[in-house]
């Protein structure tokens, strides 16, 4: 053992057998009403099976007007306690606590509306809008306030829901009181200024809401509220304010533990812009790892000034065991809250408690977790990396009584993907990849040595070519596939995913220059490092694709000009939310993209452009990057037609987008044979 994640824990009501629990987590999987459906059965099967010592049900709803998504977890009625039993009992079968989190939108409905709205109204039929004041909308632009009576309600409905959950069987109940949900808005310094009732006192409706619930279901049914602890915000309250007004009541309240939060969804001036409030609620891909642990220190260490001993947990931007540890280190908090990461692997606890923490499907970050939409546009949540995820009970493997032989072309994201899954169910595999190392793009996406937590994009290929070492697939290397050997072979099935390659413009001596080496692709700048380009200014043709690139340069020193032929610079899709940070830091070294900058000629050392005025410039440059965008890459499809032999075509090679669409539609169809 020695482990401290694998240590149990007893807070006053609850035994938890080890550190890690799943964060109550918008899943977006109920139906039209909000009960429990087989989707969620299975995916929080997963969780509590994984190994968690808790797993907490997310955002359940407590009244019908609170919804923030169209199909969000109910408790509203008597009604909806059968549902979330089943949920209860496969969580208990697992061997872990269960937990719900009771939600209420306040100003957040409206986010995400495509058309306008009525002023107090979501964009959900029957939803509001409101908060204390409005004067910080969220949602709707023109919320509502709510008034005394509105507000006693709420108290009732709350508490209601809290004896649901525990007539349903949960062992304890979680409360959203953070990120811009309306006990959290109460709470704000911001939003909650001029009211003339009794909840001018900003803590009051928390209080009220765990009394009341206390008094329905007994002082020792145990309650862990996840709070926004620090708003960071100018002008809201810092961790020290919520110590003194906020944590000491809770304290009196006899909560069980305190789930710790440090931003916010109110549209205010975050302290920082490095990274904003929201930033530290949401994560992201450039935003620090671990970025919550200096915050629950000083948690830690102001409530031990004043001899309150809370249990503590902490979560935001962690998916690795080791910083894992470094967040229920010393002085720190108790438990680790895992959200994307459990996404990503739901069994990484029972991993580590294995000692098979190499097989930990380590969340690369990139993008949201969310392919299919996003929770506040219509979205369901799932991963990127792992298409199981929410799929659970209809992707388990089932092994084939017709083992098939199954030869793919490309061992990227997809052809691994694929690779591991029929051999899973038990057919004959073999991948051949024309390179010298499976992992294809995603081997140098992340070769920047300037850019923050480019490590993790990494982590994806990593666990492919662990699995495929582990497995019984056959490997080539260094052997690209062709039709004769595919006609000489018949392999009963072909899988095609070769990529796609670069949608090279029509330029004068741009050919001569990519052969010479003073022009690159993208791809092969990344592959051979940026620090292989020759010493001198470096022209990037292809700013939407090649922005990070240039960033990167630009940070190391390197005299950049940055050009883009489209009229307007957009970043790619699969850049995303790093697209804040990768401006803001362009802005801080002085990188501009130059839009409507077409190429016209390449020579020997300098590059012809026309500006969109029509002004021509020659560029004296030590190289050029040219990143123009990518087109499938598909040599084999057509030429199979009428062979008898089934073929598959995935990932970029059917359409370039990202690597999880790969990964997805790899797992699919290798289940579908």
């Known amino acids: 053992m020695n482990d401290p994640l694998l240590e149990p824990f007893q807070t006053r009501h609850l035994t938890f057998k080890n550190r890690m629990v799943h964060a109550p987590t918008t899943m977006n999987m109920s139906d039209d009403k909000g009960y429990i459906t087989r989707r969620a059965v299975g995916a929080y099967e997963a969780f509590a099976a994984g190994g968690f010592g808790a797993v907490c049900v997310g955002a359940t709803c407590v009244r019908w007007d609170g919804l923030i998504n169209e199909r969000m977890f109910g408790i509203y009625d008597d009604t909806y306690i059968i549902s979330h039993r089943e949920l209860v009992e496969v969580i208990h079968n697992n061997g872990a606590l269960a937990g719900l989190q009771l939600f209420y939108g306040g100003l957040i409905p409206g986010v995400g509306a495509t058309s306008p709205l009525e002023p107090g109204k979501g964009w959900i039929p029957g939803t509001v809008s409101w908060g204390p004041t409005g004067k910080y909308p969220i949602g709707n632009q023109q919320p509502g306030v709510l008034t005394t009576q509105d507000y006693d309600d709420l108290v009732e409905v709350f508490a209601q829901a809290a004896r649901r959950a525990k007539e349903a069987g949960y062992d304890y109940v979680s409360y959203h009181f953070c990120h811009g949900s309306l006990p959290h808005v109460t709470l704000s310094l911001l939003e909650n200024q001029g009211r003339n009732d009794a909840y001018s006192d900003r803590f009051l409706f928390c209080e009220r809401i765990i ?24 002008g809201g309250y810092d961790v020290e304010y919520f110590i003194e007004h906020y944590a000491t009541r809770l304290h009196a309240l006899g909560i069980d533990a305190m789930d710790c939060t ?33 915050y629950i220190k000083r948690m830690r260490e102001g409530l031990r000034a004043r001899g309150i001993d809370m249990p503590l947990m902490g979560s935001c931007n962690i ?84 083992p098939k032989r199954v030869f793919i072309a490309g061992g990227g994201s997809g052809g691994m993907e694929y690779a591991i899954t029929a051999d899973e169910i038990g057919h004959d595999v073999t991948l051949f990849e024309k390179s010298d190392r499976l992992g294809g793009v995603m081997n140098w996406a992340g070769n920047y040595r300037t850019l923050r937590n480019m490590e993790q994009i990494a982590y994806q290929p990593e666990w492919h070519r662990l699995m495929i070492g582990k497995s019984n697939v056959t490997v080539h290397l260094n052997t690209e596939l062709t039709l004769e050997r595919i006609l000489d072979e018949e392999p009963d099935v072909l899988v095609v995913a070769t990529g796609a390659v670069a949608a090279l413009p029509e330029v004068e001596g741009l050919s001569a220059a990519l052969i010479s080496g003073f022009a690159r692709t993208i791809d092969r700048a990344l592959a051979e490092g940026p620090e292989t380009l020759p010493p001198g200014a470096v022209v990037v043709w292809g700013a939407a694709e090649g922005v990070e690139l240039a960033l990167d340069l630009a940070r190391a020193g390197r005299v950049v000009r940055l050009l883009e032929p489209a009229a307007t610079f957009v970043p790619t899709s699969y850049i995303g ?54 087109v499938a890459y598909d040599p084999l499809s057509i030429r199979l037609a009428k062979t008898g032999i089934q073929v598959q075509v995935i990932g970029d090679a059917r359409k370039p987008r990202s690597y999880g669409n790969s990964i997805h539609e790899a797992a699919y169809l290798a289940r579908n044979i």
Not at 224 to 231: D, G, K, L, Q, S
Not at 264 to 289: C, D, H, W
Request: proline letters at 6%; glycine letters at 10%; a negative charge.
């Open 262 to 294: 440090f931003g916010s969804m109110l549209p205010a001036k975050s302290r920082s812009q490095e990274v904003t409030s929201g930033e530290v609620i949401g994560g992201g891909f450039y935003v620090p790892n671990l970025v919550a642990l200096p």
């Open 577 to 630: 939310s790093r697209a804040r940070f990768v401006m803001m830091w362009a802005g801080e070294v002085g990188l501009t993209p130059e839009t409507g900058v077409s190429l016209e000629t390449i020579g020997d050392g300098s590059v012809a452009v026309r500006h969109a005025d029509g002004r021509m410039e020659s560029l004296a440059c030590a190289a050029i990057v040219v990143s123009p965008g990518r």
């Open 211 to 234: 009394q009341r619930a206390q008094a329905l279901c007994g002082v020792d049914y145990p309650q862990i509220p996840r709070m926004v602890c620090e708003e960071n915000f100018d």
């Open 319 to 402: 998916n690795t065991p080791e910083q894992m540890r470094e967040m229920i280190g010393e002085g720190a908090a108790d438990f680790f809250a895992s959200c994307r990461q459990s996404l990503d692997d739901p069994d990484f606890p029972r991993k580590i408690a294995e000692g098979r923490e190499a097989e930990i499907r380590k969340s690369t970050r990139t993008g949201a977790s969310l392919l299919a939409g996003n929770i506040f546009n219509k979205g369901v949540a799932g991963s990127a990396q792992n298409a199981a995820f929410s799929r659970d009970r209809d992707y388990r493997i089932v092994p084939t009584t017709k």
